[in-house]
């Protein structure tokens, strides 16, 4: 098993910026065995939405916050991070980390954390 905890989520004003860090834990093998770490996002009334991953240290954004977000991971304290900047209202939303071994990298998922951004 692999403990994820997200961190970094709150409120801010559009046009602002947040990092979410996902700090996985657990034992040595499974964290090994993870070579893909990303975020997804839901807001209420939506679908899940993949916002980044990044896989054997390629990151890959989405289209929709492609210019705004980036993704990037320590590899030592076994921490992925989604820096957000130029944040909108449609931002707003549950923010969920994920990993996995390769695609989907979604075995395993953190609490979530929220952002909001108002305008």
């Known amino acids: 098993q692999v403990h994820l905890v997200e961190s970094g989520g709150g409120s801010v004003q559009a046009g602002g910026s947040l990092t979410l860090s996902c700090a996985a834990s657990?034992?040595?093998?499974?964290?090994?065995?993870?070579?893909?770490l990303g975020w997804f996002r839901q807001a209420p009334g939506k679908e899940r939405e993949r916002v980044a991953r990044?896989?054997?240290?390629?990151?890959v954004i989405a289209e929709s916050v492609k210019g705004r977000f980036t993704i990037d991971q320590d590899d030592d304290k076994n921490t992925v991070y989604l820096r957000m900047n130029m944040l909108k209202s449609e931002d707003t939303a549950m923010y969920f980390c994920?990993?996995?071994?390769?695609?989907?990298?979604?075995?395993?998922w953190g609490q979530g954390t929220q952002v909001t951004v108002s305008s």
């Open positions: 990044i896989i054997g240290g390629l990151g």
């Open positions: 994920a990993a996995g071994r390769g695609m989907p990298c979604d075995t395993y």
């Open positions: 657990g034992s040595t093998s499974n964290i090994n065995n993870i070579n893909c």
